[in-house]
């Protein structure tokens, strides 16, 4: 234990000396004044101090099996409460009714939340089950809020003329993105998603007669309900619930392909591609209908996204944004449906609540990267495969 | 035995870079057969295998599958996974399954190729898709019973101790319904008894799907054993042909593997 | 010759030997232990703020502009040396053995951490940086297409890696680097340590993105936080144009996209400057992923 702490207090010191020029001095040299900001040192030492001390604790655990976590430690999965019909009938019935209770501003933060579970379990089956390391997944998300901005600001169509319109369009860019890249390996493979997601950006950016350029695209209507006209409070919670109905969509579509050939071809995918291969499965399809379906559920919610704002512009389609969707899937467990909401309510929430936290809310997304790539690879909830029951088999 | 063979291999070749892999190698197997590729290493056994289930493309000659209705079908060329839907199945000689699904989830993915559903089928829920869906884990499970399997099919792949992780590849190649099994080292690492276990396990795949194996193996003893032929090999080139007996007296063979400790039963 | 030409060509050479200097950092970490080492842009634009810092402190203190421009330069390769051994013990050494995907993820992880990190203890707005060159003359004829700062910039890239060269062909370290990334297994059964190796090439490459960073914040005058992401994509898309792992490779690549660059907004369009490389990154990528002077990988099975 002594040896532990001298050992943190010796890295504290290594990070104070390597934070120091950054952390203590602010210097302007045109007005040739130099600030030192001691207090940072103290809390960035004390912090450092801390996280060693934890980071190499767990570090020994991870090394020597019999101090590891229990396996099924986060399986949730398995967790009888969150299986028990009472359970999820008073869960689903507070979710239903928050927006009744609650304010139109946390509302909004909820469809916001839910934009991200369709997000992270679209990028899920892309990265997650197939394995494809997809950096640029915010430029289906764009492609999605671009369809329907455009269509309605030049051909003025509604929300739900445009809806399956950006969904096709985003699946369309999956597919054509794949195409070129199947060959590609892992870590190729997510330089020149990264590239494709910037180049749209920057399209959006610069092609100023057909996009608007960095100012966006204002105006666009909010989803209609047969006609009926909605204030801006009802709107907010008829989008809710819409949203729930496109989550629980996105959830039954992913769980029913994950259990099926096409989720089964992905995994084998992921786990070894010349194996897949050499068992009949059809690489080229599989990898594009990853992309295709991971792709149209970054257009659905792209087009809910700009309508809930009113507003499109390329700065919420940046690298950014897709670090964040990745995180979300890197957190929760690759593979995991539960392990993506559970992520989002973290990530996405818990930031929007800690004010306080806001600004050092992208620190803490890197570092959480970082933190369970070293700890816990599989994300908090391991995915499991599908068990099976052969009692009638026999 | 017919005339017309399963796999009939011309004058294949593959160079990488400066150096023969393979040069020239002919070679026919026929149905319900049991072949034996052997050969000192770094003959080209599994270069030879690799071209012909696609993941290489030779350079030169070419390989022709017999269809059911005995036409030929020349499958050099064509990507791997085409190549195990007209009917040539693998194992590897590093074992590759897919760690992380569960055993009769191995089996199943090797059913891929002979299912017609696809994922709108799975995302509506079809009654044809469960009902193929259901008629996959059945084969699955009867596979897996096969190799001895069915108590584990639950596990996820990595669990499963060596052997078996062997006889479920061999399961797993069989789910794609092959005309010619392609076993590469299926013996490799595995005691006495394991090994003994394996012959009959491969003698009664024989009997049972109706199918022509091609192994290759280190273990002679399992060679000469079950091998109704056997094929040597050397420096890329294939030397000598026969059967167990012949084989044992060959000269050239001999020569081949002088300096390497192998046990020729005599 | 045109001299509109002849500016952008060598204004094409001084981004080519910026590309140069930190894709070698790229290239290198790749060819030792196969990882895109996303964080690397990172310790270029860290190394500009280190830079920055000191430069500040000491041109308050009156120095001259020559002393200055060698302590920045010195500091600034001191920390970002520093920062690229601590990145890889924290980020990447744990992670040796896990699966591909791990240390990847775990790279943009370190990556958005260190912008963040920049934004909260610096600022997110763009600081002007000193222009260390000063007032550097050349001869009348040359002025017209080239400016003095820009031919700093060539000769220092041209002569650093002429240096790197030299020194992993001849040295005892250098040997170790090449062997370790042939095979690192066995150069570890032949007793080099590859830890030790591993770590001193984060460092050189630390050290090289260091130089690039004060040479061409002192060219260009200005930083922010964002300056490293989209360098670090280029100059990935140098090595990998180059063929990644090859140091030869790396200023070929580097050459050759500056030059493209230079050329494709000069004379096509401004707006699209990085839309350009990240092409060139995709059509390369796809079309030629072993690059000019890389090596055809084979399957293996």
């Not at chain 2, 569960?102 to 799975?122: D, P, Q």
Request: proline letters at 4%.
């Amino acid at each position: 234990m002594k040896l532990r702490i001298i050992h943190s207090l010796i890295i504290t010191f290594w990070f104070m000396l390597l934070c120091f020029p950054l952390v203590v001095l602010k210097i302007d040299y045109l007005e040739k004044s130099i600030r030192f900001r001691w207090i940072n040192l103290f809390l960035t030492g004390l912090c450092v101090f801390f996280i060693s001390l934890l980071w190499r604790y767990f570090l020994s655990r991870r090394r020597k099996y019999f101090l590891r976590l229990p396996e099924h430690f986060f399986d949730l999965h398995q967790s009888r409460l969150i299986r028990s019909k009472p359970f999820l009938f008073i869960f689903s019935l507070v979710f239903l009714s928050l927006p009744l209770i609650l304010p139109n501003y946390h509302t909004s933060i909820l469809i916001t939340a839910m934009i991200y579970v369709v997000l992270g379990l679209g990028l899920n089956i892309v990265v997650g089950l197939a394995g494809l390391l997809d950096l640029g997944y915010a430029a289906f998300f764009a492609i999605g809020g671009y369809s329907f901005a455009l269509l309605n600001h030049y051909f003025g169509f509604g929300f739900w003329a445009s809806l399956p319109i950006a969904a096709s369009l985003a699946c369309l860019g999956g597919v054509l993105l794949g195409i070129p890249v199947l060959r590609l390996r892992g870590d190729y493979l997510a330089i020149v998603t990264l590239g494709f997601g910037e180049i749209i950006r920057l399209i959006l950016e610069n092609w100023e007669a057909f996009t608007k350029g960095p100012s966006g695209i204002p105006d666009l209507p909010k989803p209609g309900l047969f006609g009926i006209q909605l204030d801006f409070y009802s709107s907010t919670i008829y989008l809710y619930y819409l949203l729930i109905l496109c989550m629980l969509a996105a959830i039954l579509v992913t769980k029913r392909l994950s259990y099926s050939k096409t989720g089964r071809a992905w995994v084998a995918l992921r786990e070894d591609e010349i194996a897949a291969q050499s068992m009949g499965i059809d690489t080229t399809k599989t990898k594009l209908t990853a992309f295709g379906i991971g792709a149209f559920w970054a257009g659905i919610v792209g087009a809910f996204f700009a309508s809930k704002n009113s507003f499109v512009d390329p700065s919420s389609f940046t690298f950014h944004e897709s670090a964040i969707i990745l995180s979300i899937v890197v957190l929760g467990g690759m593979g995991s449906i539960l392990g993506v909401i559970l992520a989002t309510m973290i990530l996405v929430l818990l930031p929007e609540y800690l004010r306080f936290l806001e600004s050092y809310r992208m620190l803490i997304f890197g570092a959480i990267m970082v933190i369970m790539m070293v700890f816990r690879p599989e994300g908090l909830v391991k995915s499991v495969r599908q068990q099976y029951d052969f009692k009638n088999l026999k | 035995m017919t005339n017309h063979p399963v796999l009939s291999v011309h004058k294949i070749s593959m160079r990488f870079g400066g150096l023969n892999a393979l040069n020239k190698v002919s070679l026919q197997v026929f149905p319900r057969e049991i072949a034996a590729l052997i050969g000192p290493n770094g003959a080209g056994k599994t270069t030879f295998f690799n071209c012909v289930t696609g993941i290489y493309k030779p350079s030169g000659g070419y390989i022709e599958l017999n269809g059911p209705d005995l036409r030929p079908k020349r499958i050099n060329g064509l990507k791997p996974n085409l190549i195990t839907r007209s009917g040539l199945a693998r194992t590897f000689q590093n074992i590759r399954l897919f760690e992380n699904m569960s055993v009769l989830e191995n089996v199943m993915v090797g059913c891929h190729c002979r299912t017609t559903s696809n994922f709108l089928n799975a995302i509506i829920q079809t009654s044809s898709f469960k009902k193929e869906e259901q008629g996959v884990i059945e084969k699955s499970y009867e596979l897996l019973k096969l190799v001895g399997l069915q108590g584990s099919a639950n596990l996820s792949a990595k669990n499963l101790p060596y052997a078996e992780q062997r006889s479920l590849e061999i399961a797993r190649a069989l789910a794609t319904e092959p005309r010619l099994l392609l076993l590469d080292e299926p013996a490799a690492g595995m005691n006495p008894q394991e090994t003994t276990k394996l012959d009959q396990l491969i003698m009664k795949i024989r009997e049972r799907f109706n199918l022509a194996v091609l192994l290759i193996e280190h273990d002679m003893k399992l060679v000469m054993r079950i091998s109704d032929k056997v094929f040597v090999m050397a420096q890329g080139e294939k030397i000598a042909e026969g059967t167990p007996g012949e084989i044992q007296n060959n000269p050239r063979v001999i020569k081949a593997y002088l300096g390497e400790e192998v046990d020729v039963v005599s | 010759m045109d001299l509109y030409f002849l500016e952008l060509f060598f204004s094409g050479l001084t981004r080519g030997g910026i590309y140069t200097l930190i894709a070698l950092g790229y290239t290198m970490v790749y060819g030792i232990i196969g990882l895109i080492n996303f964080a690397h842009g990172e310790i270029y634009m860290i190394a500009a703020f280190i830079g920055l810092t000191f430069a500040g402190i000491f041109s308050i203190l009156q120095f001259s502009l020559i002393s200055i421009l060698l302590i920045a330069v010195f500091f600034a390769m001191l920390f970002s040396a520093a920062y690229g051994y601590t990145i890889e013990k924290t980020a990447y050494k744990p992670l040796r053995q896990a699966s591909r995907l791990a240390p990847l993820i775990s790279a943009i992880g370190m990556s958005i951490f260190l912008r963040e990190y920049v934004i909260l203890a610096q600022t997110p707005d763009f600081l002007a940086f000193p222009m260390l060159f000063g007032d550097l003359e050349l001869p009348e004829f040359m002025m017209d297409f080239i400016q003095p700062t820009e031919t700093i910039i060539i000769l220092v890239s041209f002569f650093l890696v002429g240096i790197l060269l030299l020194f992993i062909k001849h040295t005892k370290t250098g040997k170790a680097m090449r062997a370790i990334s042939q095979d690192r297994e066995m150069a570890m059964l032949l007793g080099v340590n590859s830890d030790k190796i591993i770590s001193f090439t984060f460092m050189v490459g630390s050290l090289l993105a260091a130089f690039g960073a004060i040479l061409i914040s002192a060219h260009i005058g200005q930083i922010n936080y964002n300056i490293g992401f989209i360098i670090g994509i280029k100059a990935f898309t140098a090595a990998v144009l180059g063929g990644i792992g090859s140091i030869p490779g790396a200023a070929l690549g580097g050459l050759t996209l500056g030059l493209i660059e230079s050329f494709a907004t000069g004379y096509i369009s401004s707006d699209y400057e990085d839309v350009f490389a990240f092409g060139i990154l995709v059509l390369i990528l796809i079309f030629k992923p072993a690059g000019f002077l890389g090596k055809k990988e084979h399957k293996k099975v």
